[in-house]
């Protein structure tokens, strides 16, 4: 019978080991948890500029519907939406004809500011019949 000797070998992982695998542990975490926190804004302003244009394209239907008074505005708060101004400009167009009028949208009092405009030419007959 042949006998080898046995060669030591230890089981298991040493201190070293494991306080390495838990600091690598801890900075996978806190990269994942700032990829959620990064994640949940953006979700959060994408939510928020889907709201500001709708909320613009619908003034700007109101507008060219003749339901708002096509005039230039200062900010005025939204009924329908809390927390939600809007201001309108009408300006001169470059073709004869036709104005240019923009309507702005915007946050009020939020922690993510949002701010959008849309710009539409309007026959000036719609302004013409307004006043």
């Known amino acids: 019978m042949i006998v080898r000797p046995r060669k030591n070998r230890s089981r298991g992982l040493s201190l070293l080991e494991v306080i390495l695998a838990l600091a690598i542990l801890g900075i996978s975490m806190a990269a994942i948890g ?6 949940a804004r953006s979700a959060t302003q994408a939510t928020l ?7 613009a394209d619908t003034k700007m239907a109101e507008l ?4 708002l ?20 400009k ?7 004809g036709l104005k240019v009028a923009t309507v702005i949208v915007q946050t009020v009092g ?4 949002v701010s959008l405009s849309i710009t539409r030419f309007i026959p000036n007959q719609i302004v013409e019949n307004a006043q």
């Not at 500029?49 to 909320?55: C, T």
């Open 69 to 88: 008074e096509p005039q230039s505005t200062g900010q005025t708060g939204i009924a329908e939406a809390p927390g939600w101004v809007y201001s309108i």
């Open 110 to 113: 939020e922690q993510v500011p």
């Open 34 to 39: 700032q990829l959620f926190f990064l994640g």
């Open 49 to 55: 500029r889907n709201e500001a244009n709708i909320l």
């Open 90 to 96: 009408i300006d001169d167009g470059d073709q004869p």
């Open 64 to 67: 060219v519907a003749g339901i």
